[in-house]
């Protein structure tokens, strides 16, 4: 797959390195050339640097690894170019004291849409630290990371499911890009837990089997002893 990369910041190099590793050839771009050209060489492999243009241009596949605000922007500049490409968006509309500088408004990914209209935009890779995205892989207790990836568009969402594989993580169904905004909300909480209160946050959730209560487990556990 051909994948261009808007921005040479941390998001960028841990995504990018996985997908080099993968085999898809990466094009990274950047307002500045030195800092694109040392992002590919330190990536290696099939990464080249280019402009924000030749990176927009280059891709089936284009990452939007630009702070909220400034992916606008940039989308609006490379509307043409971005036309009929699938857009991944992986930013946090967070700011001070853990605020969603979204709220009562549409989510940064349908910004995103809204200044890029020809393109099909997904959103994945916004609820964790980048840190985590450059684990080899995001593997926890024996079970892989979990991505929940939300677009409107089949095509897009297969590409952005196999690249999330390429990370070593597995794609969850969130639903159309309406619901990007949830998956927003879910990173401010969670940083809120993280950072704010030292909490863990994969705490507050139950296992799967006892979603719908102890009670339902309990029922299925006696049916399946008289089976």
């Known amino acids: 797959m051909r994948i261009g990369v808007l921005g040479t910041g941390d998001m960028a190099d841990a995504l990018a390195t996985h997908w080099v590793r993968a085999g898809h050839d990466v094009t990274i771009g ?3 050339a030195d800092k694109a050209e040392r992002l590919a060489t330190r990536i290696g492999g099939s990464a080249k ?10 891709g089936q596949v284009v990452l939007a690894a630009l702070p909220f605000g400034a992916g606008v922007e940039v989308a609006r500049g490379l509307h043409a170019a971005l036309e009929g ?21 549409p989510s940064a ?3 995103l849409a809204a ?3 020809g393109a099909h935009v997904v959103k994945a890779f916004n609820l964790c630290h980048e840190d985590v995205w450059r684990m080899r892989p995001p593997v926890f207790d024996g079970r892989p990371l979990a991505v929940p990836v939300c677009g409107d568009n089949e095509t897009a969402l297969r590409r952005v499911r196999e690249l ?3 990370v070593g993580c597995e794609p969850v169904a969130g639903g159309g890009l309406e619901r990007a905004g949830l998956l927003e ?3 401010a909480l969670f940083i809120a837990l993280w950072v704010g209160e030292g909490a863990d946050a994969q705490a507050i959730a139950p296992p799967l089997a ?6 339902h487990q309990e029922a299925e556990d006696g049916r399946a002893a008289f089976r």
């Open 85 to 105: 490409k699938v857009l991944l968006d992986c930013s946090n509309p967070v700011g001070p004291g853990f605020q969603l500088l979204t709220e009562g408004g």
């Open 49 to 58: 640097p280019g402009s924000l243009r030749a990176a927009a241009e280059s």
């Open 109 to 111: 990914a349908q910004q």
């Open 164 to 166: 999330v594989r390429d």
């Open 185 to 187: 909300a879910t990173a």
């Open 210 to 215: 006892y979603a719908a209560g102890p009670n």
């Open 30 to 32: 950047g307002r500045d």
């Open 115 to 117: 200044a890029a209209p």
